[in-house]
């Protein structure tokens, strides 16, 4: 399967990587907001939905992503100790609120309530397949609907 790269320029394209990036995992350390650079990025370890449910493929399987969003003015985090550097955050969904178009809040919410919250002046992400995706033996279960 070829490498996964995305780009979102609205909330449509968010929708999109929100997708591909549901059940991602991370570690704390492995994410960090640039002030200067006005630059949020994380590396992640992103379930691949895709091939789980491909006829050909019929695979479980991860893969290493980048995700960065630039044209950050503020980030906030709730919920999660950044002084604790090896927890392992679950990401469920990124979601975009506008505030004054086209500037807003784009959410990442994890499980356990979890949220970083990115102030943009507008939509600028992308999601990138960083290497090639490797076996897993689970998929995630998502309570009484999976």
């Known amino acids: 399967m070829p490498d996964l790269k995305l780009a979102a320029l609205d909330a ?7 997708a591909h990036l549901q059940d991602a995992v991370m570690r704390v350390a492995d994410m960090t907001f640039q002030k200067p650079q006005r630059r949020f990025a994380a590396v992640v370890n992103r379930f691949d939905w895709e091939a789980a449910g491909s006829a050909a493929q019929k695979s479980l399987s991860r893969r290493r992503a980048g995700l960065r969003f630039d044209r950050v003015i ?7 100790d950044l002084t604790s550097k090896d927890t ?8 975009f609120e506008m505030t ?12 356990g309530g979890g949220a970083i919250r990115l102030h943009v002046e507008c939509i600028e992400a992308e999601l990138k ?10 998929k995630p279960v ?3 609907t999976d």
Not at 129 to 138: E, M, N, R, V, Y
Request: aromatic share 4%; glycine share 6%.
């Open 12 to 18: 449509d394209d968010l929708t999109v990587i929100s």
């Open 129 to 138: 397949d960083l290497g090639a995706a490797w076996a897993t033996a689970s």
């Open 74 to 80: 503020s980030a906030q985090v709730s919920k999660i």
């Open 88 to 95: 392992v955050l679950s990401l469920l969904a990124v979601q």
């Open 142 to 144: 998502h309570g009484e």
């Open 100 to 111: 004054d178009d086209p500037a807003g809040d784009v959410t990442l919410h994890f499980s």
